[in-house]
């Protein structure tokens, strides 16, 4: 039976408080923020999974918009958007 639990590829487990970054992967809220720890904002940093780089919001990796793992399920596993 498939799930639409979505997995964090940092901490491996079901993502909480899921924050997206532009190139539409999303990890736990806490653990990008050890992902990013001892960056400020404005600084670039690579996305755990694709490398492409993001920059760290004015208010930090709390600044990142919320995003349920609904709003998720229209993007394929490559990032195309199904519609």
Do not use: Y
């Amino acid at each position: 039976m498939a799930t639409n639990v979505k997995t964090c590829s940092i901490c491996q487990d079901e993502i909480v408080d899921p924050r997206p970054l532009p190139c539409i992967h999303s990890f736990c809220l806490d653990c990008l923020g050890q992902h990013c720890r001892g960056k400020l904002p404005g600084d670039d940093m690579p996305c755990p999974e694709c490398r492409h780089e993001f920059q760290i919001p004015q208010n930090g990796i709390e600044g990142l918009t919320a995003r349920s793992h609904n709003k998720e399920e229209g993007h394929s596993s490559d990032g195309t958007i199904l519609v």
